[in-house]
C-alpha cells in the first residue's frame, strides 16, 4: 500500500522554514502516554532526550543510556505523535566510532523507532558525521553549549562559553553544524547574549534550553516543566505544574479509600 500523501507529522524541512518565524515549542517525551499530551499541547518537535538515564532511569547522568533503550523508547513516543517531528538523541559514543557506526545506529532510530531525525551533542570534528548523516538522508539537530554526555570532561553542569574565546569557538561549531546540513541547534545552559550572537549567525533554527529569550524555539524536559519527583528544579526551568504533589494526593487518596472501603463502590463493580 502507497504511503504517499500520508505523513501529517512536521518534517525537518518545515522546522528548518520556521527559522526566524513563530517560536518553536520542542518537549521531551519517553512513552506512549506523554507523546499523546506533548502532540496535543501543539509541540512541534519531540525529543526522545538521553535524560532519559535522569528522569526516568533515576541516574546521575546520561552516559548509562543505551541505543537499545533510546529506539525502544522512540518506538513508543511514535505511537503517539501525529503533529510533531519526532527526534531521537544519540546516546553516548553511538556517533563517534566512525562513520559507518554512526549510520548504523541512527538508522535504527528510524527504521525501528520511527523517529525522522535524530540529535547529536557536539563533538570536535563532528561536522563529519553530520553530513554523512545528511547525505544518507538522516536529519541531524546539533547540541551546543552543555552537551551533558561530556560531563566529567566539562567537570560539572554549569553555564558554558563565558569567555570570549569559549563564544567564539561555539560560533565557530555552529557555523560547521549549518554548513553540514544540521536542520537546527538546540544550545543549553550558556548565556542570553551569545545564544542571541548564534541565533542571528546561522540561518537554521536554534532552540534553546537555559539560553535565555532570543533563540528560535525553547526545550524542557517533560519532568522538569511539569514538577515530576524526579525532574530538576534549577534556575533555568520553569515548572508548570507540581505533579508530585497533585498524583502523591491522588494515590494517597486511593489508599486511604482502599483501607477506608470507600473504594471500590457499587459502580465500579460487576452483577
Ligand atoms: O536529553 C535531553 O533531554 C536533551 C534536551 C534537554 C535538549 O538533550
Redesign the pocket.
Known amino acids: 500500500m502507497s504511503t504517499v500523501g500520508k505523513q501529517k507529522r512536521l518534517t525537518a524541512v518545515d522546522i528548518r522554514k520556521r527559522k526566524g518565524g513563530e517560536k518553536l515549542v520542542c518537549l ?1 517525551a519517553y512513552d506512549y502516554s506523554s507523546a499523546l499530551l506533548c502532540d496535543a499541547a501543539g509541540a512541534d518537535l519531540v ?1 526522545v ?3 532519559l538515564g535522569n528522569v526516568v532511569q533515576g541516574h546521575d547522568t ?1 552516559i548509562p543510556v543505551t541505543l537499545d533503550q533510546i529506539v525502544y523508547h522512540t518506538s513508543l513516543v511514535s505511537r503517539g505523535l501525529n503533529h510533531a517531528l519526532l527526534v531521537s ?1 544519540l546516546p553516548f559514543l553511538t556517533f563517534s566510532l566512525g562513520e559507518a557506526e554512526t549510520l548504523r545506529n541512527a538508522g535504527r532510530c528510524l527504521v525501528e523507532g520511527g523517529a525522522q531525525a535524530v ?1 547529536l551533542e557536539w563533538q570536535p570534528g563532528g561536522e563529519k558525521v553530520v553530513r554523512a548523516l545528511y547525505n544518507a538522508g538522516i536529519p541531524v539537530m546539533g ?1 551546543l553549549g552543555l552537551t ?1 554526555q561530556a560531563i566529567h570532561r566539562l567537570g560539572g553542569f554549569r553555564v558554558q562559553g563565558r569567555s570570549e574565546e569559549q563564544a567564539a569557538a561555539m560560533l565557530d561549531e555552529a557555523k560547521k553544524l549549518e554548513d553540514a546540513g544540521a536542520f537546527s541547534i ?1 544550545l ?1 545552559l550558556i548565556p542570553r547574549t551569545l545564544a542571541q550572537r548564534i541565533t542571528e549567525a546561522i540561518s537554521i533554527p536554534t532552540i534553546g ?1 537555559g539560553a535565555g529569550a532570543h533563540t528560535d524555539g525553547q ?1 524542557l ?1 517533560f519532568h522538569d516543566l511539569l514538577g515530576f519527583p524526579s525532574g530538576v528544579n534549577a534556575r533555568h526551568v520553569k515548572q508548570y505544574l507540581n505533579a508530585t504533589e497533585l498524583l502523591t494526593d491522588a494515590l494517597k487518596l486511593f489508599a486511604d479509600e482502599t483501607h477506608s472501603g470507600d473504594f471500590p463502590g457499587e459502580e465500579h463493580g460487576f452483577k
Open positions: 521531551t525529543l532526550g538521553d535524560s546520561t538523541d540529535k547540541h551533558p538546540v543549553e534550553i526545550v524536559v
